[in-house]
């Protein structure tokens, strides 16, 4: 016999079978499909529709009510068409009937179609019923979507059944491709390698992939009955349909088997120093301290100084809500590692903060007097040379920067720890490099402000976690009002009162990139404002970005001893400064601030025995989510709820910054609404590599080896073990 002919014999497609090859996508729409990233017929599969539509009913024209979107059909009795005199359009007006009556269907500017829909063809009509303009009584179809058949048919690719509905993608609309996807789902394999284990299907009863491929771009009808069929399209556009967790469950478990195994992966890592704890080592950590710590503190300090002084590097996320007293444990750290003769490297994501960690760690650290070194861009080349020899020379304790201080191989002689003040622009793969340098520094990663867990599971899987999950002692909740402009009195009032009984109070504007100038100039000026015409007998400093390195250290050093009694800000002092007599904080422009720079900023406050008040000053018209916004910060101090809210309305792409974050990106899950699905995930990831530990069965093997290749191939993880 002949070589098989491909046209001959109907394809079968494989997942990775390049899109060109199906039917209908020739090498214009495989371009048009590469641009969004789709190359393979498995990406393809993986463009779901963002909605679906009940079109499993024809409805009987007489049963049509105006405003009604709705499936029917009937044959066409006569079309006629002409054009209107004012603007030239052409209209076709075609005349359907079916056993119950009839109903004009009408089209505008598609002349062509006069010569497909003849008298006698059949029509499927779907489109949304109208009142007719012209007439008044009677109504009618405008411009409704049309197949047109020989004879009558009881369902086909786009109705008699529930449809899906995508976004348009290239020149693409739905249609087009609801005919690209019909045609491979009904042509895939039935033996596509499942990337979920047998057993967590059976136990968790989730459809096979290649059904649930199937199923999500076109539901089977599980029921006619009209109840079922409701709930299941409810079901079906909320993304909570059977083929839709099914989906949802492998991606989740994917990404988790892959963050665990980096976290074993590490954990085989030995370092080859030794760091101990001696007397005079706490007695150095005592030096430091002004109070008691707290039981949360002391907790997370003794993971921290166990994770140190243990053979296997350490990877762990410090959370903790503003002002709950991370600083200080990382500090505390660092004198653990600075005192058994290593070095430190202390990283930001700003250069602003990273002077702000410069400043405190300074300010904090003065009682061991450790050199410490900050490298940021302004220096001259000379001071930089100097520095980074110091640091070479092991001279440099800690070596504070931003990230680059790792990314541009600045050379150190003996780094032990390396503390990334996260804000979430580190992810996973940055990390690996990070921990992967030199002699495997033990990494410490903390979180400005808390995150949800379902973005800590996300972003920091590969981490071991450390909470404080408390407020040192005498703290008073923060009172949070929030004014309009004209209302601006009031805050003034409160700053009067506040200075008044003795404390201080901060002004904050907000500075937003590419209005900076103007912004400064509003900070000045209100600063100007305050102390001419307002606070003639206060005392008002300013604090802005553009000052000079140490014009800033002088101007918080006076806030900081007292002498300055209000201080007007852009948002340098967003993280960093601690000034506990100070207990308003006045923020303007309010609804320019994420909820996470509000609760940050707001963290300013509250840090001494005396009650604290913040007052947002806001314009929300027509800014609903704004409103919001400042509705949490009214309600709650709490940063783990207001991480919450701010994940909802934001959604996890918003919250992190997709891109810069090495966050990744998800084509089925979505974190607001899968949570639970990630809290299993995550068990099941862990007892999935336990079985594979064990030695786990073939198919184990398999799948943790086809996890390895999807992780390399989406995320860029090179994974082993
Ligand atoms: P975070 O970095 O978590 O926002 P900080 O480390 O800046 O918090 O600490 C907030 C404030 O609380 C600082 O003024 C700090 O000196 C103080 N503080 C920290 N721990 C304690 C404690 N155990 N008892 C009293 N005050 C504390
Ligand atoms: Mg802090």
């Known amino acids: 016999m002949s070589q098989r002919s491909p046209t001959l014999n109907p394809q079968v497609l494989r997942p990775d079978t390049p899109v060109q090859y199906v039917k209908g996508v020739g090498p214009r729409r495989a371009e048009q499909f590469a641009q969004e990233g789709i190359h393979t017929v498995e990406e393809l599969l993986c463009y779901l529709p963002f909605r679906y539509e009940d079109r499993t009913q024809y409805r009987p024209l007489a049963s049509l009510r105006e405003d009604e979107w709705a499936l029917t059909r009937g044959r066409i009795c006569s079309v006629s068409g002409f054009e209107t005199r004012k603007r030239r359009?052409?209209?076709?007006?075609?005349?359907?009937?079916?056993?119950?009556?009839?109903?004009?269907?009408?089209?505008?500017?598609?002349?062509?179609?006069?010569?497909?829909?003849?008298?006698?063809?059949?029509?499927?009509?779907?489109?949304?019923?109208?009142?007719?303009?012209?007439?008044?009584?009677?109504?009618?179809?405008?411009?409704p979507e049309c197949e047109v058949?020989?004879?009558?048919?009881?369902?086909?690719?786009?109705?008699?059944?529930?449809?899906?509905?995508?976004?348009?993608?290239?020149?693409?609309?739905?249609?087009?491709?609801?005919?690209?996807?019909?045609?491979?789902?009904?042509q895939l394999p039935a033996d596509m390698t499942d990337p979920l284990p047998e057993y967590l299907r059976r136990q968790y009863r989730f459809l096979p992939r290649n059904r649930a491929l199937a199923q999500v771009h076109f539901p089977e009808l599980g029921d006619s009955n009209r109840e079922l069929r409701e709930r299941e399209m409810r079901l079906l556009n909320s993304g909570l349909s059977p083929a839709h967790k099914r989906l949802i469950f492998e991606e989740l478990f994917q990404l988790q088997v892959g963050l665990h195994m980096i976290r074993s992966t590490r954990a085989r890592?030995?370092?080859?120093?030794?760091?101990?704890?001696?007397?005079?080592?706490?007695?150095?950590?005592?030096?430091?301290?002004?109070?008691?710590?707290?039981?949360?503190?002391?907790?997370?300090?003794?993971?921290?100084?166990?994770?140190?002084?243990?053979?296997?590097?350490?990877?762990?996320?410090?959370?903790?809500?503003?002002?709950?007293?991370?600083?200080?444990?990382?500090?505390?750290?660092?004198?653990?590692?600075?005192?058994?003769?290593?070095?430190?490297?202390?990283?930001?994501?700003?250069?602003?903060?990273?002077?702000?960690?410069?400043?405190?760690?300074?300010?904090?650290?003065?009682?061991?007097g450790y050199p410490i070194d900050l490298l940021k861009g302004g220096?001259?080349?000379?001071?930089?040379?100097?520095?980074?020899?110091?640091?070479?020379?092991?001279?440099?304790?800690?070596?504070?920067?931003?990230?680059?201080?790792?990314?541009?191989?600045?050379?150190?002689?003996?780094?032990?720890?390396?503390?990334?003040?996260?804000?979430?622009?580190?992810?996973?793969?940055?990390?690996?490099?990070?921990?992967?340098?030199?002699?495997?520094?033990?990494?410490?990663?903390?979180?400005?402000?808390?995150?949800p867990r379902s973005l800590a599971l996300t972003?920091?899987?590969?981490?071991?976690?450390?909470?404080?999950?408390?407020?040192?002692?005498?703290?008073?909740?923060?009172?949070?009002?929030?004014?309009?402009?004209?209302?601006?009195?009031?805050?003034?009032?409160?700053?009067?009162?506040t200075v008044t009984?003795?404390?201080?109070?901060?002004?904050?504007?907000?500075?937003?990139?590419?209005?900076?100038?103007?912004?400064?100039?509003?900070?000045?000026?209100?600063?100007?404002?305050?102390?001419?015409?307002?606070?003639?007998?206060?005392?008002?400093?300013?604090?802005?970005?553009?000052?000079?390195?140490?014009?800033?250290?002088?101007?918080?050093?006076?806030?900081?001893?007292?002498?300055?009694?209000?201080?007007?800000?852009?948002?340098?002092?967003?993280?960093?400064?601690?000034?506990?007599?100070?207990?308003?904080?006045?923020?303007?422009?309010?609804?320019?601030?994420?909820?996470?720079?509000?609760?940050?900023?707001?963290?300013?406050?509250?840090?001494?025995?005396?009650?604290?008040?913040?007052?947002?000053?806001?314009?929300?018209?027509?800014?609903?989510e704004a409103r919001r916004r400042l509705e949490v910060m009214c309600e709650t101090n709490d940063g783990f709820r207001i991480a919450e809210v701010d994940l909802e309305l934001r959604g996890p792409g918003e919250v992190i910054g997709t891109r810069q974050s090495g966050m990744p990106a998800f084509r089925f899950a979505d974190l607001v609404r899968d949570r639970r699905a990630l809290e299993l995930a995550s068990e099941e990831a862990k007892n999935f590599l336990a079985r594979l530990r064990a030695g786990g069965d073939e198919e184990c093997r398999q799948i943790a080896s086809l996890i390895r290749q999807t992780l390399a191939g989406r995320y860029g993880w090179a994974l082993v073990g």
């Open 379 to 451: 220096l001259r080349e000379r001071e930089r040379r100097e520095a980074l020899e110091r640091i070479r020379a092991g001279q440099t304790k800690i070596a504070v920067g931003t990230h680059s201080l790792i990314q541009e191989g600045v050379e150190f002689s003996r780094l032990a720890l390396a503390i990334v003040d996260e804000q979430h622009r580190f992810g996973v793969v940055q990390r690996r490099i990070l921990m992967e340098k030199g002699h495997n520094p033990d990494v410490l990663v903390m979180t400005a402000t808390p995150i």
């Open 89 to 143: 359009m052409s209209v076709l007006e075609v005349l359907v009937r079916d056993a119950t009556g009839s109903m004009r269907l009408k089209f505008f500017n598609q002349p062509y179609l006069r010569s497909l829909y003849k008298p006698g063809l059949h029509l499927i009509i779907y489109g949304q019923v109208k009142r007719d303009a012209y007439s008044g009584t009677s109504l009618v179809f405008m411009n």
């Open 149 to 186: 058949h020989e004879e009558e048919v009881q369902s086909t690719v786009h109705s008699g059944r529930i449809v899906p509905v995508y976004r348009k993608l290239g020149t693409m609309r739905t249609r087009t491709l609801r005919q690209i996807m019909y045609g491979i789902t009904t």
């Open 501 to 624: 009984a003795g404390h201080q109070a901060y002004v904050v504007y907000p500075l937003v990139e590419g209005s900076e100038r103007s912004d400064l100039r509003a900070a000045t000026e209100m600063a100007e404002h305050l102390q001419v015409k307002v606070f003639p007998r206060f005392r008002i400093g300013l604090l802005h970005g553009r000052m000079k390195d140490r014009e800033k250290e002088l101007v918080m050093s006076y806030f900081a001893a007292g002498e300055l009694q209000v201080l007007v800000s852009t948002t340098v002092i967003e993280v960093g400064i601690d000034v506990p007599n100070a207990t308003l904080m006045v923020v303007e422009h309010a609804e320019r601030f994420g909820l996470s720079q509000l609760h940050q900023l707001r963290g300013r406050v509250g840090r001494g025995a005396a009650q604290s008040v913040c007052l947002l000053i806001a314009d929300v018209r027509d800014n609903p």
């Open 269 to 368: 890592v030995t370092k080859d120093r030794q760091v101990q704890i001696t007397e005079p080592v706490r007695q150095s950590i005592k030096k430091i301290l002004p109070f008691h710590p707290t039981a949360a503190q002391k907790r997370v300090l003794r993971e921290i100084a166990d994770d140190i002084r243990s053979p296997r590097p350490m990877s762990r996320l410090l959370q903790g809500d503003v002002g709950s007293g991370k600083t200080i444990v990382a500090a505390q750290a660092a004198i653990i590692v600075v005192e058994n003769g290593y070095q430190v490297a202390f990283m930001a994501p700003t250069e602003i903060l990273a002077e702000q960690h410069h400043y405190n760690l300074r300010r904090l650290l003065s009682p061991v």
């Open 459 to 497: 972003l920091y899987g590969d981490l071991d976690v450390s909470v404080i999950d408390e407020l040192p002692p005498g703290r008073k909740p923060i009172e949070t009002r929030w004014y309009e402009q004209e209302q601006r009195e009031k805050a003034y009032e409160e700053i009067r009162r």
